[in-house]
């Protein structure tokens, strides 16, 4: 069993989870999973995430707004992001970004929302967790013009465009999808990232890896995607768990699990 698994990017607080979520995010200890980080994608889910983190110790939260809900961003919301940001165990400002696949809000809406919750981030010296799809030349204008500290969650662009994350010093995040036959790119990443800027993620219920593709991901699937980023660095399962929980600990600011050290 790999220990130390540390799910960078989760929604628990999804409808597709209210059957069982109390039983299986009780599961976790026993498995392996010992951190969660809860994203936000609406105001709703912000409060949802920081009432699980009261629930459950290892779990923690980020506040913000998603580019699908980027119509909530107004100055009242902000102050409101600004209040729950201040909860103990909210540990970072997403998921926020920019979403050009549907653009169901249009672009000339989602990049203020963006920026206003960059700025916020930098207001507050927190880390971000970034959503970009199909928006890569907006996304890095932006992060560099901010400069935030943070994680680019669900990463599937270029290994340019990830060396550029990377000299901005932030991370990139894996899902499930390294597990896919038609991954190319996102393995040619991984050749190139560095394994102490590398987070692994479910984004569940959504991005199960392989063999549960289409099926509702959690948590303990995570193991398939240690172990796929493992052969590609020719290194064990528990190593790639190891190091990118010591990541993710370092950067959203949590105590490393017991037996874990630097």
Known sequence: MVHH???????????????????????????????VL?????????????????????????VGCHPDAADEITPQSLALLRELAGEEKVKAIGEIGLDYHYEDIPRQ????????????????????????????????????????????????????????????????????????KNARRIREVMEAVPLDHLLIETD????????????????????RMAEAIAAIKGITAQEVADATCRNACRLFDIPLPEGLGE
């Open 5 to 35: 698994i540390f799910d960078s990017h989760a929604h628990y607080d999804d409808e597709r989870f209210c059957e069982d979520r109390g039983e299986l995010l009780s599961s976790f200890p026993a498995v392996g999973v010992c951190r």
């Open 109 to 180: 809406r989602q990049i203020p929302a963006f920026e206003a919750q960059l700025q916020l981030a930098g207001e507050l010296d927190m880390p971000v967790i970034i959503h970009s799809r199909e928006a890569v030349e907006d996304t890095m204008r932006l992060l560099n013009q901010y400069w935030p500290k943070g994680v680019v969650h669900c990463f599937s662009g270029s290994v340019e465009t990830a060396k550029e994350v990377l000299r901005l010093g932030m991370y990139i995040g894996v899902t499930g999808v390294i597990t896919f």
């Open 38 to 62: 809860n994203a936000g994608c609406n105001l709703e889910a912000s409060r949802a995430g920081i009432a699980l983190g009261k629930e459950y110790p290892f779990l923690y939260s980020a």
């Open 204 to 223: 569940c219920p959504y991005m199960a890896p392989e063999p549960y593709r289409g099926k509702r991901c959690d948590s303990t699937m995570l193991p």
